[in-house]
């Protein structure tokens, strides 16, 4: 850290000082992945992308 900013963030978090939370759709390091599919419009895990509910077709946790 040199001018006062994070150059990376946990996962989960984002913005020049990791305060903000992924916004809902995304996850991991910066926010930068997008979540997979998950069922009847619900998101993954800010942090780790797993899906608490899965779509008719679809089993595990992503």
């Known amino acids: 850290v040199t001018e006062g900013h994070c150059e ?5 978090w984002n913005g020049t000082k ?3 939370m992924c916004k809902e759709g ?3 390091e910066n926010c930068k992945d997008q979540c ?3 069922k009847d419009g619900h998101y993954c895990n800010r942090i ?3 899906c608490s509910h899965c ?8």
């Open 8 to 12: 990376t963030c946990e996962s989960g």
């Open 18 to 20: 990791c305060d903000q």
């Open 26 to 28: 995304y996850f991991g």
């Open 36 to 38: 997979p599919p998950c």
């Open 48 to 50: 780790n992308g797993k």
């Open 55 to 62: 779509n008719p077709g679809w089993i595990g946790d992503r």
